[in-house]
């Protein structure tokens, strides 16, 4: 992918950013629409990636961290609710992955 192209999509991404903080709606829906605006054809990988790089993510560890929100978004997060206190409810409720996943939280801390 060009860096032109890669500042684009990222671009887009940011203007998600910025009105989601102003209440206009869900940040991931919100993206498609700005990056479409300057690159019509950017794929769902390209997105994910500019969201990756906008939070200072590393690209390696990007499957990671989608993993663990899968986890988290079956269990319906709260307001306010850290991604560990999800966890923590789904493992409580008997999901085997979250407690594996908080078992590696704890471990590295």
């Known amino acids: 992918m060009s860096r032109e192209r890669e500042q684009l999509i990222e671009r887009g991404v940011w203007r998600a950013v910025g009105s989601l903080a102003e209440d206009a709606g869900g940040l991931f829906e919100l993206a498609y629409a700005f990056v479409a605006a300057e690159v019509p054809d950017a794929s769902l990988e390209e ?35 850290t991604i560990e206190q999800v966890l923590q409810r789904a493992s409580r409720g008997g999901d085997v992955e979250a407690t594996c996943l908080l078992a590696l939280v704890k471990s590295t801390r």
């Open 47 to 81: 997105i994910q990636a500019a969201f990756a790089s906008v939070w200072g993510i590393d690209p390696e560890d990007r499957a990671w961290y989608e993993h663990v929100l899968t986890v988290c978004d079956r269990h319906l997060p709260g307001d306010g609710e």
